[in-house]
């Protein structure tokens, strides 16, 4: 039978972005297009959207509703390696990984069969959510037999989910 594993790094920008700046990390903090006031913003963090700070306003715009707001900008390349980081860890786990082409910080994770190589698919997950939390990002890992079924619950869960 075959099965899936969708493994999400939330907002992986503004994780890349809290790690160069970890005194951010309780602070609102978005990732902007530019340095610019008028750029967009891209990527929020949890305090950021409890102030009122969505992706789509303007850096400037955000500042009015946070005005202890911290913003960053987050190169392509940088997240593109980022990427290639996460998908060498998840090759740990599965011989076959692919990273979502339009959402940096999703990947698919081939898991059929793997079950005859672990305790448990539960443990699997967990193991892979241990791995990539030694590299410093926090992730969410959901099993299951399709890939939309198992990004679905990836997106709405903390931890590992079979």
């Known amino acids: 039978m075959e099965r899936w594993a969708?493994?999400?790094?939330?907002?992986l920008p503004i994780q890349l972005l809290l790690r160069a700046h970890?005194?951010?990390?309780?602070?609102?903090?978005?990732v902007v297009a530019q340095d610019l006031p008028q750029s967009p913003v891209l990527w929020v963090n949890e305090p950021a959207?409890?102030?009122?700070?969505?992706?789509?306003?303007?850096?400037?715009?955000?500042?009015?509703?946070?005005p202890r707001l911290?913003?960053?900008?987050?190169?392509?390349?940088?997240v593109a390696r980022?990427?290639?980081?996460?998908?060498?860890?998840?090759?740990?786990?599965?011989?076959?990984?692919?990273?979502?082409?339009?959402?940096?910080?999703v990947f698919w994770l081939d898991a059929?069969?793997?079950e005859r190589l672990h305790a448990s698919l539960r443990d699997w997950a967990q193991s892979i959510r241990?791995?990539?939390?030694r590299i410093e990002f926090d992730a969410a890992i959901a099993v299951g037999f399709?890939?939309?079924g198992t990004y679905a619950a990836a997106r709405v869960t903390r931890g590992a989910r079979v």
């Open 146 to 148: 399709t890939r939309f």
């Open 130 to 133: 241990d791995a990539l939390s």
């Open 6 to 11: 969708c493994a999400e790094i939330p907002a």
């Open 70 to 78: 911290h913003a960053g900008v987050m190169p392509d390349p940088e």
């Open 82 to 105: 980022a990427v290639g980081t996460v998908t060498e860890t998840l090759r740990q786990f599965s011989p076959h990984v692919e990273p979502a082409r339009d959402e940096p910080g």
């Open 22 to 30: 970890p005194d951010w990390r309780n602070h609102p903090t978005v």
């Open 49 to 66: 959207r409890r102030g009122g700070v969505v992706p789509g306003l303007r850096y400037a715009s955000a500042l009015t509703l946070a």
């Open 112 to 114: 059929s069969g793997l």
